[in-house]
C-alpha cells in the first residue's frame, strides 16, 4: 500500500484514503457528467443548426426562384439575430452568394460544412443544405451555429463542477479526518498505554465505553496489561526468590568453605570419574598434597592400588537412583600418604546430584591414634576379663572345695542331731545346722554366679508339674511364715497349666529366693503368690508376683538390689544377712528362661516382684529314656574311689543301714589296684584325685574290663563345678554328684542295686519320694512334727478349728513330699475336726506323730 509506506498518521492516512476514493468517484462523475453534456450540446447545436437550414430552406426556396433578394437578405437577417446563429447565407445554383448575414468574422472565413461539433475549429458548427426545385438544383443554403456559447456552458459546468468536486473533496478530507480521529482515539488510547507499559508503567488502563469492536479491544489490553502487571509481580517475587537464593547460596558456600577449612576431619569431594574437586586443609595435612596439586587428578592417589582399582569400579557402577553399600557408612579403610606410607582411615561418603552430575563427599579421620587405643583396650579388656575369668574360677573352686566339707558338717550335725536327747546340746546342734546350711546357701549362690558367668550354667528341659513347684515351694515357707505370724496366701490362676517342660530345680530356686526375701523381710502382715500364664507361640508364659508388706526398699536401691553382692540397706543386711546375690542370680535366670523380673516397692509398706518366664509345651509321648543302668544283686559291692577322708567317712555312715559293701580307693592308683584285685558291681569314681585323676584311673578300668569282658558300671562322683557336669559318656555310665545327703545316697543306690531290700518298716510307712525333693524332705519333717505339737495342744485344750486347720495344710502337702499317709492322716483329722469328734482326732494325731517319728528316724 502506497500510505503504509508514507510517514504519516493513520488518522491522515483514512482521511487521505476517503479523500482518494473521494477523488476517484468524483473524477469518474466528472467524466461521465463532461462527456454528457458534450454530447448533449453537441446534439443541441445540430438540431438547431438543422432547425435553422430547414427554416430558411422553406423560406428562401420562393424567393431564390424569384430573385427576391431583398426578402432573402431580411431572412438570412432575421435568422443570424438568434444569438446561437453565427451566420446564414444562400447561394444560387452556381455557388454565388445571393444573401447572407451574420457575425464579420464568421462569414469572412471560407465555408467548410462540420461533421461534428467538435471539428468546428473555427468556432461555429458549419452546415448546409441544398435546394431543388422539382428536379432543377436551384441554391444552397449554409448556416453557421456558433459553438462558443456551448463550449462557454461546458467549461463554465465543469468548472462549478470541479469546484463542487474541490468542495466535496475538503469536505470529505475533514469529516474524514474526524472519523478518523474518533476512530482512533482509542487506538491511541491503546497506543499511549502500550506505549506506557513499554516504558515501564505497570497496571496501565484505558477507558472501555460502549460495546463495540475497540470497547472490546480495550477490555482484552485492559486485561492483558494486568496480566503483564501479575506476570511482573510474579517474576518480580519470582527474582526476589531468586535473589534471596543466590545469597543464601553464597552464604552458605561460605559457610561450607569456611567449614572445610575449619574442619579437623579431612573431607574429599570428587565426581564419578573419580576426580577432585575439592581437598581442604585437613585433607592437605592428612595425605601431604596441596589442593592445586590434586585438583582435576584422581582420587585413587589416595589409596592403595588394589583399594583404588575396586574403587573405580564402585564409582563406574555406580546409580544415583538406586541404594549403594558404601553410601551413608562408615568404613574402615586405608590411606596412602604422598610420602608413600599406608595408614587407617575411617571414611564416610555421602553422594549428592548437582546439575545432572553426581558428586560424592568423602569425610575422613584418620584412626591411627585410635586404633592404637582400641588395641591397648582390647589387651586392657582382655587382661581384664582373664583377670575376671580367674576370679571367676577361683570362686567356682573355692565353693566347691568349701562345699566339701560344709557337706561333711552339715551331714555329721544331722547325724548327731538324730541321736542327740539332751535338749540343750540339741539347740546348740541345730544353730550349727543352721548357720552350715546358710554358709551352704551363699555357696551355692557363689557356684550358681560363676556358672553363669561363665556360661556354663545349663537349664534342664524335663516335663513336670507346675503347680506341684508352687505348692511345695510356698509349704516349705509356710512354717518360716507361721512362724513369724505372717499369712502366707497363694492364688494360682485356672490358666496356669498342669504340666510344662522345662527347669523346675531353677523355678524353685527363683520363688524360693523372693518367698524366702518376703519372709525375711516381712516382721508383720503376710506374704502373697499370686501366678497366671497365657500362652504365647507354642510356649506357656508364667507371671508370678510375690507381694509382700513388709519393710519395702527405696526407690534409689530398687534397681540396684538386682546387682551382684548388692542389698539395699547395709544396715539392714547386718541384721537380716544374705549375700546380695539371690536376686542377681533370680534376674540371671529368669532372663534364661525367656523372661524378665522387676520391683516396686513403698518403704514401709511392702514391696512386689514380678517375673516372667517361659516354658515348653509337656511332651504327650513320654520319652524313651535313656535305660538307666541297674545291677541285679541282692548283695552288691560298691568301690569308690574319694580323696577327702570326710566324705568317706561321711559315706561310711550313711550306708550303715543299707546292705552295701562299700571299699574305698584314696586316688586313682589304689582305685585301679584294688579294682584289679577285687570283685564289685559298681564304682563310684571321684574325677579330681590326687597320684592319678579319676578319669585316668576309668580309663585303665575299662581296658581291665574290654580284657576280662565284664563291663560293670562305673560312675563319676564329683560336684557340678563349672563344666563338669558333662562327664564323658563313653568313660562312665553315669553321675552322682556331690554334695550328697543320706538321702541322695540312698536313692542312688536304690536306682542301681533295685534289689536291695527295703526294711520291712520303710515299706510299711509307703514312702516315695521324687529324689528332686529329696533335700527338702528333713526340713519338712521336721515342721511337720512341729505343727503336729501344736495341732495336739490345740486339739487337747478343745480348739478343734484350729487342729482342724493345721489338718488341712497338713494333708495338702504329705502326698506332693512323697508321705501319702501324712495325707492320709491329715484328711481324717480335719473331717473329725469338723464333725467335732475330739477323740478321733486325738487318735490320728497320735498315729502322725508316730509316722513322723518313724520317717525321722529312717530318713534323717
Ligand atoms: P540377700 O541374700 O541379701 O537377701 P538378695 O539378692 O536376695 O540378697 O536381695 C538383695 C537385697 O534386696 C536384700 O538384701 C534386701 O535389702 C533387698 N530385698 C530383697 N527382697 C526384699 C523384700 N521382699 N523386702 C525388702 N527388701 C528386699
Do not use: W
Amino acid at each position: 500500500m502506497i500510505f503504509g509506506r508514507l510517514n504519516m498518521s493513520f488518522k491522515l492516512k483514512i482521511a487521505l484514503g476517503a479523500v482518494f476514493i473521494q477523488m476517484v468517484t468524483t473524477a469518474a462523475a466528472l467524466y461521465v457528467s463532461v462527456g454528457f453534456l458534450k454530447e448533449y450540446g453537441e446534439r443541441e447545436i445540430i438540431l438547431r443548426a438543422e432547425t435553422a437550414v430547414n427554416l430558411l430552406s422553406a423560406s428562401a426556396e420562393e424567393a431564390i426562384l424569384v430573385n427576391d433578394y431583398a426578402l432573402l437578405d431580411s431572412l438570412t437577417k432575421s435568422l443570424s439575430e438568434h444569438k446561437e446563429v453565427a451566420y446564414a447565407r444562400v447561394k444560387n445554383e452556381v455557388g454565388s452568394t445571393i444573401a447572407q448575414n451574420g457575425k464579420k468574422e464568421f462569414l469572412s472565413v471560407p465555408f467548410e460544412a462540420d461533421s461534428r461539433v467538435s471539428k468546428a475549429h473555427d468556432g461555429s458548427f458549419d452546415t448546409y443544405a441544398d435546394l431543388y426545385s422539382g428536379n432543377y438544383y436551384i441554391g444552397r443554403i449554409e448556416v453557421g451555429i456558433a459553438t462558443g456559447t456551448y463550449t462557454r456552458f461546458i467549461s463554465d459546468t465543469l468548472r462549478e463542477m470541479f469546484i463542487l468536486a474541490g468542495i466535496q473533496i475538503c469536505t470529505t478530507l475533514i469529516f474524514a479526518y474526524l472519523l478518523a480521529h474518533i476512530l482512533t482515539r482509542q487506538i491511541y488510547r491503546i497506543a499511549d498505554a502500550s506505549a506506557r507499559i513499554t516504558a515501564g508503567e505497570l497496571g496501565v488502563t484505558i477507558a472501555a465505553d460502549g460495546n463495540d469492536e475497540l470497547a472490546a479491544v480495550s477490555e482484552t489490553f485492559n486485561a492483558m496489561s494486568l496480566s503483564v502487571q501479575n506476570s511482573h509481580e510474579r517474576q518480580q517475587a519470582i527474582l526476589n526468590d531468586l535473589e534471596k537464593a543466590k545469597k543464601f547460596a553464597e552464604e552458605e558456600s561460605a559457610k561450607i568453605r569456611a567449614i572445610l577449612e575449619t574442619v579437623v576431619d579431612a573431607v574429599v569431594i570428587i565426581k564419578q570419574d573419580g576426580s577432585i574437586t575439592a581437598f581442604n586443609p585437613a585433607a592437605e595435612k592428612m595425605f601431604g598434597y596441596s589442593e592445586e596439586e590434586l585438583l582435576g587428578k584422581s582420587v585413587n592417589i589416595l589409596m592403595p592400588h588394589e583399594a583404588a582399582l575396586s574403587h573405580q569400579q564402585r564409582l563406574d557402577s555406580f546409580d544415583f537412583g538406586k541404594r549403594s553399600a558404601v553410601i551413608g557408612i562408615i568404613r574402615d579403610i586405608e590411606g596412602v600418604h604422598s610420602d608413600g606410607t599406608h595408614f587407617p582411615i575411617e571414611m564416610a561418603v555421602s553422594a549428592s546430584m548437582i546439575d545432572g552430575e553426581v558428586y560424592f563427599t568423602g569425610v575422613i579421620r584418620d584412626t591411627s591414634e585410635r586404633k592404637k587405643n582400641e588395641l591397648e583396650l582390647i589387651n586392657a579388656k582382655q587382661a581384664a576379663e582373664e583377670a575376671s575369668r580367674a576370679k571367676t574360677a577361683f570362686m567356682a573352686v573355692m565353693s566347691h572345695e568349701i562345699r566339701t566339707p560344709m557337706n561333711v558338717v552339715i551331714g555329721m550335725v544331722d547325724i548327731l542331731k538324730t541321736d542327740e536327747t539332751d535338749k540343750n546340746r540339741l539347740s546348740k546342734l541345730e544353730s550349727i545346722a543352721g548357720a552350715a546350711e546358710n554358709l551352704m546357701g551363699i555357696l551355692n549362690d557363689l557356684l550358681d554366679l560363676a556358672k553363669l558367668d561363665t556360661g556354663k550354667m545349663e537349664l534342664e528341659n524335663d516335663n513336670f508339674d507346675l503347680r506341684e513347684v508352687f505348692s511345695v515351694t510356698a509349704d516349705f515357707f509356710s512354717y518360716a511364715a507361721a512362724e513369724k505370724g505372717l499369712n502366707l496366701y497363694m492364688f494360682m490362676d485356672e490358666s496356669v497349666p498342669e504340666k510344662v517342660k522345662g527347669d523346675r530345680h531353677r523355678l524353685r530356686q527363683i520363688l524360693s529366693n523372693l518367698i524366702g526375701n518376703a519372709v525375711k523381710f516381712t516382721p508383720t502382715g503376710s506374704i502373697t503368690i499370686k501366678a497366671d500364664a497365657h500362652a504365647e507361640d507354642g510356649e506357656t508364659v508364667l507371671h508370678v508376683e510375690v507381694a509382700d508388706t513388709g519393710i519395702g526398699i527405696s526407690g534409689e536401691n530398687i534397681e540396684r538390689i538386682f546387682e551382684e553382692f548388692t542389698q539395699a540397706d547395709q544396715s539392714m543386711s547386718r541384721k537380716y544377712g544374705g549375700s546380695g546375690l539371690g536376686l542377681a542370680i533370680c534376674r540371671r535366670l529368669v532372663r534364661m528362661m525367656g523372661g524378665d523380673i522387676s520391683a516396686h516397692s513403698t518403704p514401709g509398706k511392702g514391696s512386689s516382684f514380678i517375673f516372667s518366664v517361659r516354658f515348653s509345651a509337656p511332651d504327650n509321648i513320654k520319652q524313651a529314656d535313656s535305660e538307666p543302668v541297674a545291677v541285679r544283686t541282692a548283695n552288691p559291692s560298691v568301690l569308690i574311689a574319694e580323696d577327702s577322708e570326710d566324705n568317706r567317712n561321711l559315706i561310711k555312715m550313711y550306708t550303715k543301714s543299707i546292705p552295701v559293701k562299700i571299699t574305698f580307693a584314696e586316688d586313682g592308683q589304689d582305685a585301679l589296684d584294688k579294682y584289679k584285685s577285687g570283685r564289685f558291681h559298681l564304682v563310684l569314681m571321684d574325677r579330681r584325685m590326687p597320684v592319678m585323676s579319676g578319669d585316668e584311673a576309668a580309663e585303665a578300668i575299662r581296658t581291665v574290663q574290654n580284657l576280662s569282658g565284664d563291663r560293670i558300671p562305673v560312675f563319676s562322683f564329683s560336684a557340678n563345678l563349672p563344666g563338669e557336669t558333662d562327664f564323658p559318656q563313653d568313660l562312665y555310665d553315669g553321675h552322682f554328684s556331690k554334695p550328697f545327703k543320706k538321702k541322695d545316697l540312698e536313692d542312688f543306690l536304690n536306682s542301681v542295686f533295685p534289689d536291695i531290700v527295703k526294711t520291712a518298716e520303710e515299706e510299711d510307712l509307703r514312702i516315695s519320694i521324687d529324689p528332686d525333693l529329696a533335700d527338702l524332705v528333713p526340713a519338712y519333717i521336721t515342721r511337720k512334727t512341729e505343727e503336729i505339737a501344736e495341732m495336739r495342744k490345740a486339739a487337747e485344750n478343745g480348739d478343734l478349728e484350729k487342729a482342724g486347720f493345721i489338718a488341712h495344710s497338713i494333708k495338702g502337702t504329705g502326698a506332693s513330699y512323697g508321705f501319702e499317709i501324712i495325707t492320709e492322716l491329715g484328711k481324717a483329722i480335719e473331717e473329725s475336726a469338723k464333725a467335732g469328734d475330739k477323740n478321733s482326732v486325738i487318735r490320728n494325731i497320735s498315729r502322725l506323730e508316730d509316722y513322723t517319728a518313724k520317717v525321722r528316724k529312717i530318713l534323717i
